[in-house]
């Protein structure tokens, strides 16, 4: 158990529509990660917060934003849904905010979103 | 732009023997690599990294090893064990102060056959 919590476990949801996927870090946690992995993808990294704020932005589109509130949990909300949207969604946490070495990162367990 | 590839998708090996993964890289700035390991319905757990400055990590039966003028890094498991069968992705990251965007490749299953 990696301590880290996403929810919910999987998402059915129709094209157009908006959904929200949470995510709470390890105890003590100060940064959230949000990667999306596609069928024929690798994981690619989306966004990261650090104590509430914007650290860094990677592949994220405008249609998808994030936020991390006061008790460190994070919300991904997604949308105006496409059929490409389709993925896993991960959500990660580390103790530090940039690059430190002896702080890897810890993953939760994903919540998989469907668009139909 | 994938800049971190596993060209092998998939790699069976015996019980026993060794297993070795490997990983190429685009740039040149990556400074920090790491392998991750990824069973069924869960999510990537840390398995071993390795700083460029190194060219060999080891920790227990994995050996990360690093060939930075040939961009490429390979994880060794020996002897190699039934429940190590998952999902292994590479992962590098720049040495940068604005976060800890990892570029991950798409991943290489690995089934250890008894």
């Known amino acids: 158990d990696s301590g880290v919590t996403q929810t919910p476990k999987h998402l059915i949801t129709a094209t157009g529509q908006r959904v929200t996927l949470r995510c709470s870090p390890r105890s003590g946690d100060l940064s959230v990660y949000w990667y999306q992995q596609s069928l024929d993808q690798g994981l690619q990294f989306l966004i990261q917060?650090?104590?509430?704020?914007?650290?860094a932005k990677g592949n994220i589109l405008e249609r998808f934003s994030a936020q991390q509130f006061p008790d460190l949990h994070s919300e991904l909300n997604l949308s105006s849904l496409e059929l490409g949207d389709s993925a896993l969604y991960f959500c990660?946490?580390?103790?530090?905010?940039?690059?430190?070495?002896?702080?890897?990162?810890?993953f939760g367990n994903g919540t998989r979103l469907t668009v139909t | 732009d994938q800049q971190v590839k596993q060209n092998s998708p998939s790699l069976s090996v015996q019980e026993g023997r060794i297993s070795i993964l490997n990983c190429d890289y685009t740039n040149s700035m990556f400074d920090y690599f790491l392998w991750y390991k990824k069973y069924p319905a869960e999510g990537p757990t840390f398995l071993i990294s390795i700083s460029s400055i190194k060219d060999k990590n080891e920790d227990g039966r994995f050996t990360v090893f690093l060939n930075k003028s040939a961009k490429h890094l390979s994880l060794h498991i020996v002897p190699s064990q039934p429940g190590d069968s998952a999902v292994y992705f590479c992962a590098a990251k720049r040495d940068s102060n604005s976060g800890y965007a990892l570029n991950f490749g798409k991943g290489t299953s690995l089934l250890v056959t008894p």
């Open positions: 917060y650090y104590n509430g704020e914007e650290r």
């Open positions: 990660a946490s580390s103790a530090a905010g940039t690059g430190n070495i002896n702080s890897p990162l810890h």
